[in-house]
């Protein structure tokens, strides 16, 4: 069981940045892919970028979906602890809950979705307003 804690959400006006913040309660993510969600009121849980983090330090994979590039980057810390989403420029529609996933597998890519993931945060919220 891998429990998941988000930070990093809060209030932010459009064209701000926010990095949100992913950590498993105990250990690390080492040999898991990492995946970061959102959801705004009344719309689906959307996919947003995911990360693998493979044992033995074997090549990992990055995936980000296409309406959040560039502004959006995944990434993880050396100990493989804690997996960032840096969000850049950010506008109105970017305001939802913001969700971690994690899944032990070794690879991400854009079939890796919603329903492959095993274990969920809480969620952190993001505000983007004036």
């Known amino acids: 069981q891998v429990q998941l804690v988000e930070s990093g959400g809060g209030l932010v006006q459009p064209g701000g940045s926010l990095r949100l913040s992913c950590a498993p309660e105990r250990g690390t993510f080492d040999g898991y892919v990492i995946g970061w969600f959102r959801q705004a009121p009344g719309k689906e849980r959307q996919r947003l970028s995911c990360i693998s983090l493979n044992r033995e330090n074997r090549p990992g994979s990055i995936y980000h979906v296409d309406s959040v590039k560039p502004r959006f980057s995944i990434f993880v810390d050396n100990a493989k602890t804690t997996v960032s989403l840096q969000m850049d420029d950010l506008r109105y529609d970017d305001s939802a809950v913001y969700y971690c996933?994690?899944?032990?597998?070794?690879?991400?890519?854009?079939?890796?979705?919603?329903?492959?993931?095993?274990?969920w945060g809480r969620g952190t919220r993001v505000t983007v307003s004036s």
């Open positions: 996933a994690a899944d032990a597998v070794d690879f991400c890519d854009d079939k890796f979705g919603l329903y492959d993931y095993d274990y």
